[in-house]
């Protein structure tokens, strides 16, 4: 088989040189054989070509590759590697399927579109996020994220390195490559370095980019950034590094070309006040931006684009004054292009005017000496060995030496704009890796090659050695990875061309040295280089020019005009100059100018004494090194850089000269091919083994190449082993490695011809057996019809004939009659017809004599006058030359004369009698000259000597100034003084009369507000009736007309959309703040870690309800509670804003009458409890009375105690008060206004105060109670038949406050002694001593708090400090709203006003409900405490009986609950305050899934709910509180802790979703009980209201479920990809092309073992576990069904997203699989009945994706069937599908252009989105509908496993 093929056969098709296109395709006609001179070929428009072939001169033409590879992705993927298909592979890509973007190698190739693409957008750079490099389509974000996933995996740093010329989109692409890092890398805390790296990029382009013919946003300089990245791959600073600015634009621009943008940009926004002092105007009118005759750009807005600049400049740092500054000296160089410099008439020297308005402004804005700026300007220094000489510049040198500051001064400040920037982007933390994006100039050559070219060309020089060096390196360890023997590949080394440019006595050596000579010129530099380097084969002198050279670079020829090499590579400034610029007033342009590393002058060289030989000045530091010198360092540094690096290429090509949108000229794009070095990789490539293939995918593409025995292994490298050696007879075309096959160029080409014909002869032998069988059929079927129509029809033509020969009979009679007459009548007729002709012939020949003889008579009249003439003519011709003649000789004779005097006229003599006085005269001015000469230097020595005596005089007065300066200021001081005084005591009047002014203008506005209120009410219930009434009529109508319904449908379905936008908007919300939640939880622990915080810990007992950790309301709160939150919401607001809002002082005020009611009521309680004491102390008792009168004793003691405490406390808080109203009235006496506030303040917060005290010593007395008790346990063990009439401790165990505390620790300590001991003794040592000790621990505690309390003083002093500023403020709104309201009509004030009025009501009627709520929360809690202290009276007399009863101590508490157990089980369950936090633990945090799965689903929801109900049925608000709050709070706990836990998070969000339920279904709301049985009605809540914890809760699920969502997400994303588009679902359909790149070893995860394939079951399995787990842990089916939508949208438009994105998918059988694939997950979705939960409407763009690959794509009934098929996708996808589109056989079509245009313009009048890509973050809104529970809770069984013994069942 291989011996048949020969490649130049019939039908091949070839590549020919055209000179228009560069290519040309062919097709041979006749088969060629070797030694033939002709080749027959016939070109696309079928003219047919002899080629001419020879072996040397013409060599056969390239082959074409086959249609099913063109368009490839991949250059490298093409079997034939050569630059025509190179070229044709490009064009298809750009200009049919619009791709700018294709892969060669590792190269990315960029054609500018010159159009704005929508593939930039953040989806797409989230679908290239975490892809391999050729898993999706080219893209410069597949490079960018190919460099980044490199970083993190082999942690090594990185370089993009983008190139082109101009105009080919390098700036474009190096931007979108740093927003892709900026998206993906984004800083990790708020530094937003990644805002800051973009936008330092419209400054560089403000002052580093300009147009040019080529291109209009054209960067003049090269950068390479470096993004540094932190240990956890996050932006954390950059850098910029830049090169070769184009200095020489600022002062000269082409034709149609600009300068630098940032002065266009300040010439358009001159106009704004804050740069009138610049002085510009249009750009139009300065030299340097009107060079180019064209100062705009189209469609560009350069006001717009300086306001972008300004605040790029802003977010980086630069301050408003450094701005200024900026652009100050931007304006400066304008002003100086325009500075007028006039030439003396001797030609030697110039001036400036001295009206120069431009050098005024220019002088002006840099802060310099406008005399000695103009004097330098045209004069310049020249150092000698012995002196120094001024000399006069001519206007030619004068212009240049201006032109060449202005440079410099740009230059200066391009340096300090990118260091500023690089100082903004600087991080102080520890960079662990970067990556480089490196956009520089590519290969340049035009007509005129100068300095800037050839640095330019060196620089790319060394690019491409290291960019050889690197392909060459990854295609050896892609051969040894493989194991295949490495033969050298010979490449392009362009290392002598390096040579020859920085080697010793390289091109820049010489020039450098020829800078360093006096007198060097560019000719004598030329001649050293043709001297020097003439030999060399890189090196060329042109023949036809001294002055230029000629370099052979890696990409052409460039012919280099030495003219101006040595002064662009001097660089020369004058140094005067400079020297002006440093003492610039300006600190800016000084700092600009002066040099780091400047020696200070030594004291000696101030001396006046001239030396007696000068020596010269050395020149500034920086002007010894050249620009060529600091280039080339520059470039090494980049080098070494790159080097450490791993490289990572795009090259940018330019389609056109002319800036169109795609269009494409193939001779430029060649040019730039050559140039870029992508056929030097094509090249490379060739040379060894380009086509790569696995073993699975070769024999899943040539399988069909195989006989059957072949396929019988298992082992399918073998059997690819075998097919090859049949195929390939050559064993040097191909390679076998560890996974991949390796073929030579073109082997694919011909396997592929192989696996067409057998194709081909399988088609033709299928097609032949079905033509034979429909040929017999029809054949058949025409035989008995033939049969039977000539039956009938033999019939009819005999009975046809019979009836013609009777006719033909009767016919011919018929002709003979008329035949005869008709001749004779025609014989006849041509008769006479030629007895007339004859008659006209003989006249006319008869008057044609005639005629003849006429002419020939009057011909010979003509020829006699004509002779005549001619005679005459000829004799005047010669009478003219006689004359002629004779002028001539006359004019030659007069010559002659006029030479011979003209040489008498110089002789000797005759010159010495004309300059006989010239010789006088000369002498004479001689003299004159030497003695103005003379005069002069006597005028310059007078000149310095009065110059010192002035500065002597100068200094003097200086001093004396001073003196007068400082007597003056003694002297004033006292007087400014006394204005100050004066101004403050008009100011303080000022504040007092504004202060009447808003009291009065308050209480008015606040009757007017009253009378408002109560109209409003007036006008309420009137609209309430009118409602009422719209009500009724509503109901009427809609009972007359029935046939309303569709109507009230679209309103319930637009109704139903708001509620879902809102319920989304809501959502999001909520997320947002679940995610700063984290973040603030994140924070404080970091704070917790890092700070601590001295003083007093609260003990357990009460930390849950003072410390919690809920961030939502309290069901009932504490008055204690809302006094802490007022305090702490006028330290949030400061006491300014708290003083002036009026609902918050309201508030305040009532809280503190409310504190002293309550101090009044607890007053009362407490004397009441001491008459009963005194009460019970009068009846007859036992020997108790002695320990009663005790009692006493003590308790007036303890009260006496606290007495003198409080009076202690409130005289410290009185001098607090003292010394902060002095301390306000000396700071500002407007503080006044917040006197009354302050005291209302510090009352509240000693009621503060006090209580806390009475806390603390509670908590103390406690402690000493459970002392006492152990004590008394103790004696009572020892003398219990001894002492027989003690009385119980349950006896006062009741007494409420602090009576009941004092009696217990009294008590305990009592029964600890023996009780032979004396009372008196015991009230003396033990009593008072216990009493002592609990005092002085309160009175430490007090002493702390008042510490605290003088430190938030403090705090408030400082902050009503502002508080005028505030007032002023309020005013200043104030006069602008009335100012506001006079401006308006008079029918908009009213309405301006009614708004006002509704506002300022709206919010006192808020203030009004909070009033109510807060009463209402008072008297629930009071009728609350009255229940309380009931039940404890109750118990108390209960307790009293019992003990009486018993002489043992029993826990009458502990009885009372054993008692309850034995009735009926109520569905609730007790537990202990100190449980809570081991019930939080043991049923939440510790609880694991699959420990209850056996139980009830949600069993833990049930019991938490069970307990919710015994804390309400004992109305304890604050144990109902406390368990709320600590079970959201653990829940959350939990859920942190396994984030990423499915199960987890299912089951938590399946036991909040029911816990809500419970909530619902037993609040006793009517709405929710309608489902309840009776007995569920009976367990409903009776005391407490908890739709505040319902909310909370809900929010708590919607957390809850975001979180499932994104967790199933974060499994199932990894696989939807290789499962819906990747695995053969279908077995054998999928076809297999070379894929190129993808795949490729550099862009996998060796150390992972690859990529992870999944097929369509794994998918299908996953979601099938996630739905079993969420119904096994009892979530609701609603719910369920929610999140299995959610997750089909991300399949589907994880899906589609790839579709789009990937070429090598869209085809006939990807289509085929994805629509299978589809099927069966809805077939899955009816399977689990999850068919109704609008899952399978989400996966509709898939299906129809799949339906447009698989449907005809040719005519236009097949365009009408996709635009009314792909309803669901919008026009883009639909478009992209289609280009996309790729065969996979060679049968199959490609899709045309116009079938594609046509899709367009039939889809045009669509309302499509702008967007390709689908959202794949977009989440559905989530509802948790209201599903009540059937269980009881009576019948719930609580197993032993679950450890909660602690709780009792009640």
């Not at 400040?413 to 690089?422: A, K, S």
């Not at 007033?585 to 020696?599: I, S, Y």
């Not at 293939?693 to 019988?712: A, E, G, I, N, Q």
């Amino acid at each position: 088989m291989a011996a048949q093929y020969y490649p130049y056969s019939k039908f091949t098709r070839v590549w020919i040189p055209d000179p228009e296109d560069v290519w040309k395709a062919a097709e041979i006609t006749r088969d060629y054989t070797e030694g033939q001179s002709l080749l027959h070929l016939k070109l696309e428009d079928e003219t047919p070509l002899e080629y001419p072939v020879g072996p040397k001169s013409n060599p056969l033409p390239f082959l074409r590759n086959p249609d099913i590879l063109v368009g490839e992705n991949d250059l490298t993927a093409l079997s034939y590697l050569h630059e025509p298909a190179v070229l044709h592979n490009l064009r298809v890509r750009f200009l049919e399927s619009n791709h700018i973007y294709t892969y060669c190698g590792i190269v990315l190739v960029a054609i500018n579109p010159y159009e704005q693409l929508q593939i930039y957008g953040e989806e797409v750079i989230n679908a290239y996020s975490g892809q391999n490099m050729g898993d999706m389509d080219p893209h410069i974000f597949a490079v960018a994220e190919e460099a980044y996933k490199q970083m993190s995996r082999d942690e090594r740093n990185q370089s993009i390195i983008v190139s082109g010329e101009s105009g080919a989109g390098k700036t474009v692409s190096a931007k979108y490559a740093m927003r892709f890092f900026a998206t993906v890398g984004g800083s990790a805390n708020d530094t937003n370095v990644e805002e800051k790296v973009l936008a330092s990029s419209p400054i560089m382009e403000a002052i580093g980019n300009a147009k040019t013919t080529r291109n209009d946003n054209s960067s003049r300089f090269g950068k390479y950034i470096q993004i540094g990245f932190s240990r956890h791959y996050h932006i954390i600073g950059a850098n910029m590094r830049t090169y070769l600015l184009e200095k020489s634009r600022v002062v000269f621009q082409a034709e149609d070309e600009r300068n630098y943008h940032i002065f266009y940009q300040l010439c358009a926004s001159a106009s704004l006040p804050e740069y009138k002092d610049l002085s510009l105007t249009s750009a139009e009118d300065f030299t340097y931006t009107s060079l180019g005759e064209n100062i705009f750009i189209e469609g560009v807005n350069d006001a717009e684009d300086f306001k972008k600049t300004k605040e790029a400049f802003t977010l980086l740092g630069v301050k408003d004054g450094s701005q200024s500054n900026i652009f100050r000296i931007m304006a400066s160089i304008l002003h100086l292009g325009n500075v007028q410099i006039c030439s003396e008439r001797d030609g030697e020297s110039c001036h400036i005017l001295r009206d120069d308005a431009h050098l005024k402004h220019f002088s002006r804005l840099l802060g310099v000496e406008l005399q000695q700026m103009e004097h330098w300007l045209c004069h310049r220094k020249l150092a000698t060995s012995s002196e120094t000489y001024v000399k006069k510049m001519s206007s030619k040198q004068a212009i240049n030496a201006r032109d060449a500051l202005a440079k410099h001064i740009y230059a200066r400040m391009f340096d300090w704009i990118v260091e500023h920037i690089n100082m903004s982007l600087y991080t102080s933390s520890k960079q662990h890796s970067f990556i480089g994006v490196l956009d520089i100039y590519g290969f340049e050559t035009f007509e005129i090659n100068s300095f800037e070219q050839f640095c330019i060309n060196y620089a790319n020089e060394k690019l491409q050695q290291q960019f050889n060096s690197h392909v060459f390196k990854l295609e050896q360890e892609e051969y040894m990875k493989e194991q295949i023997p490495w033969t050298l590949i010979d490449f392009y080394d362009n290392q002598p061309c390096i040579d020859l440019i920085e080697a010793r006595l390289g091109v820049l050596d010489l020039l450098d040295e020829e800078c360093k000579v006096p007198k060097g010129t560019d000719v004598n530099w030329a001649q050293k280089l043709y001297k020097q380097h003439s030999s060399k084969a890189q090196f060329q002198k042109p023949r036809m020019s001294n002055t230029s050279f000629i370099i052979i670079h890696f990409a052409d020829k460039v012919e280099y005009q030495c003219e101006g090499f040595l002064e662009k590579n001097r660089d020369t400034v004058y140094e005067e100059q400079i020297n002006i610029l440093k003492a610039s007033q300006l600190q800016l342009v000084a700092d600009l100018f002066n040099e780091k590393d400047d020696a200070p002058a030594s004291k000696s060289s101030r001396v006046n004494v001239r030396p007696a030989k000068s020596i010269p000045r050395a020149p500034n530091k920086e002007h010894r090194k050249t620009v060529g010198h600091q280039f080339r360092s520059s470039l090494h540094l980049l080098m070494e850089t790159l080097n450490a690096t791993t490289p990572h290429y795009v090259r940018c090509i330019k389609p056109n000269d002319f800036k169109e949108s795609f269009s494409f000229d193939s001779s430029r794009a060649v040019q730039q091919l050559r140039a870029c070095g992508v056929l030097e990789t094509i090249r490379i490539s060739a040379a060894g083994y380009p086509s790569r293939w696995t073993y699975p995918d070769f024999f899943s593409r040539y399988r069909v190449l195989m006989k059957k025995s072949d396929m019988t292994s298992s082992d399918k490298k073998l059997v690819c082993k075998n097919l090859l050696g049949t195929l390939i007879k050559e064993p040097d075309m191909f390679q076998f490695g560890k996974t991949k096959i390796f073929f030579r160029a073109g082997q694919v080409a011909y396997l592929e011809k192989l696996r067409a014909d057998k194709f081909r002869a399988a088609c033709i032998k299928i097609q032949k057996t079905v033509r034979g069988w429909l040929q017999r059929v029809r054949y058949r079927k025409i035989r008995k019809t033939a049969i039977t129509l000539q039956r009938y029809g033999r019939g009819y033509l005999a009975r046809r004939y019979a009836e013609y020969l009777r006719l033909t009979r009767a016919a011919l009679v018929c002709q003979k009659q008329y035949r005869m007459v008709r001749d004779r009548r025609a014989y006849l007729r041509v008769r006479q017809a030629v007895v007339t002709i004859q008659a006209y012939a003989k006249g006319m020949f008869t008057r044609r004599i005639y005629w003849e003889f006429l002419l020939h008579h009057k011909a010979m009249i003509i020829q006699k006058n004509v002779r005549g003439w001619m005679q005459r003519k000829k004799f005047k011709r010669a009478r003219n030359a006689a004359i002629t003649i004779q002028c001539a000789f006359r004019r030659t004779r007069a010559k002659q004369q006029l030479k011979q005097r003209k040489i008498e006229a110089r002789s000797a003599e005759h010159l010495k009698k004309l300059n006989s006085g010239m010789e006088n005269k000369i002498v004479q001015l001689q003299r004159k000259m030497d003695d103005q000469s003379k005069e002069l230097k006597i005028q310059n020595e007078q000149l310095q000597t009065v110059n010192i005596g002035l500065g002597s005089e100068v200094n003097k007065l200086q001093k004396e100034l001073k003196q007068l300066q400082g007597q003056r200021n003694e002297g004033g001081q006292l007087t400014t003084l006394q204005e100050e005084l004066e101004r403050l005591r008009a100011e303080l009047q000022e504040a007092h009369a504004l202060r009447k002014r808003l009291e009065e203008e308050h209480s008015s506005e606040k009757k007017s507000l009253k009378q408002r209120v109560e109209e409003l009410e007036t006008e309420n219930s009137l609209l309430k009736s009118e409602k009422e009434e719209m009500n009724q009529r509503i109901l009427q109508q809609t009972k007359n007309s029935p046939d309303d319904g569709s109507h009230v449908s679209q309103t319930e379905v637009s109704l139903q959309k708001e509620l879902d936008a809102e319920r989304q908007r809501y959502q999001n919300l909520l997320k947002e703040f679940s995610r700063m939640e984290q973040r603030y939880d994140n924070l404080k622990e970091e704070m917790s870690l890092n700070k601590f915080q001295p003083g007093h810990m609260r003990n357990p007992s009460n930390q849950s309800s003072l410390e919690s950790d809920s961030n939502y309301p309290s069901v009932s709160m504490s008055e204690v509670g809302d006094t802490e939150d007022s305090i702490q919401l006028v330290e949030e607001m400061g006491v300014e804003k708290a003083a002036m809002d009026i609902s918050l002082f309201m508030k305040l005020q009532k809280r503190v009458r409310e504190l002293e009611q309550e101090r009044k009521r607890l007053q009362t309680s407490v004397d009441k409890m001491e008459e009963l004491a005194k009460h019970r102390s009068s009846e007859p008792r036992s020997p108790t009375s002695v320990q009663e009168t005790a009692d006493l004793a003590y308790n007036n003691l303890k009260r006496e105690e606290l007495e003198t405490e409080n009076k202690k406390l409130k005289n410290d808080l009185n001098n607090l008060r003292k010394t902060i109203s002095e301390r306000a009235a000396q700071n500002n006496s407007s503080n006044e206004l917040q006197d009354g506030y302050n005291l209302l303040l510090s009352q509240l917060k000693s009621a503060n105060e006090e209580l806390d005290a009475r806390k603390e010593e509670v908590l103390i007395l406690r402690t000493q109670i459970v002392n006492a008790a152990q004590l008394q346990e103790k004696n009572e063990q020892i003398q219990s038949n001894n002492v027989p009439e003690v009385p119980e401790v349950p006896e006062v165990t009741e007494v409420p406050e602090d009576k009941e505390e004092a009696l217990r620790a009294y008590q305990g300590l009592t029964e600890s002694k023996s009780i032979q001991q004396d009372w008196c003794y015991l009230n003396e040592d033990g009593e008072l001593g216990l009493a002592y000790q609990g005092l002085k621990q309160v009175a430490r505690l007090l002493e702390t708090q008042l510490q605290s309390q003088s430190k938030k003083h403090k705090d408030e002093l400082e902050a009503l400090h502002t508080q005028i500023e505030l007032l002023k403020d309020d005013i200043e709104k104030k006069q602008e709203i009335l100012s506001y309201t006079m401006s308006l009509s008079p029918e908009a004030k009213v309405e301006y006003s009614i708004q006002q009025e509704i506002t300022r009501l709206t919010n006192d009627n808020l203030d009004l409900k909070e009033l109510v709520e807060k009463l209402e929360k008072n008297e629930r809690k009071l009728k609350k405490q009255l229940r309380i202290y009931i039940k404890k009276v109750q118990e108390l007399e209960a307790a009293q009986a019992a003990a009486l009863s018993s002489r043992s101590r029993p826990e009458l508490s502990r009885q009372v609950t054993v008692q309850r157990k034995e009735k009926d089980f109520e569905g609730m369950l007790e537990y202990y305050k100190e449980d809570e936090a081991l019930l939080a633990k043991t049923l939440i945090t510790d609880m694991k899934p699959n420990t209850v799965s056996a139980t009830v689903p949600c069993l833990p929801a049930y019991i938490l709910f069970m307990c919710i109900r015994h804390a309400d049925y004992i109305n304890d608000d604050q144990k109902v509180e406390s368990l709320l709050t600590s079970t959201i709070n653990a829940i959350k706990k939990v859920l942190k802790k396994n984030s990423e836990d499915f199960e987890t998070t299912s089951f938590w969000l399946a036991n909040t979703s029911r816990l809500l339920h419970c909530l619902k279904q037993y609040s006793g709301d009517e709405v929710f009980m309608t489902q309840n049985s009776a007995k569920q009605n009976e367990h409903c809540l009776k005391n407490f209201d908890l739709a505040e914890y319902r909310q909370v809760l809900s929010d708590l699920s919607i957390q809850i479920y975001q979180q499932l969502i994104k967790v199933a997400e974060g499994i199932i994303q990894p696989m939807i990809v290789s499962a819906m588009l990747e695995s053969e679902s279908i077995p054998s359909l999928a076809g297999v092309k070379p894929m190129g790149y993808r795949n490729r070893s550099s862009s996998m995860d060796t150390d992972h073992g690859g990529p992870s394939s999944y097929t369509l079951e794994a998918l299908i399995r996953q979601l099938g576990q996630f739905h079993g787990i969420m119904r096994d842990h009892g979530l609701d089916p609603e719910i369920v069904g929610q999140v299995v939508r959610q997750l089909f949208h991300c399949i589907n438009a994880v899906t589609l997203n790839n579709l789009l994105l990937r070429k090598d998918v869209c085809s006939w059988s990807t289509g085929m699989q994805l629509r299978y694939n589809t099927s069966q997950l809805e077939e899955w979705l009816r399977g689990n009945n999850l068919y109704q939960s609008k899952a399978a409407a989400i996966l509709e763009p898939i299906i129809q994706a799949a339906q447009l690959l698989q449907v005809k794509k040719k005519t236009t009934q097949d365009a009408e069937a996709i635009c009314s098929l792909c309803t669901a996708l919008n026009t883009q996808q639909i478009v992209k599908v289609l280009n996309l589109y790729t065969p996979l056989n060679e049968f199959e079509e490609r899709v045309t252009v116009s079938f594609i245009r046509d899709i367009q313009s039939r889809l045009q009048n669509r309302n499509d989105p702008p967007q390709l890509l689908v959202d794949t973050k977009h989440t559905f809104p989530v509802l948790f509908p209201y599903t009540p529970s059937a269980l009881s809770l009576e019948t719930l069984h609580i197993p032993a496993s679950l450890q909660l013994d602690f709780l009792i069942r009640v």
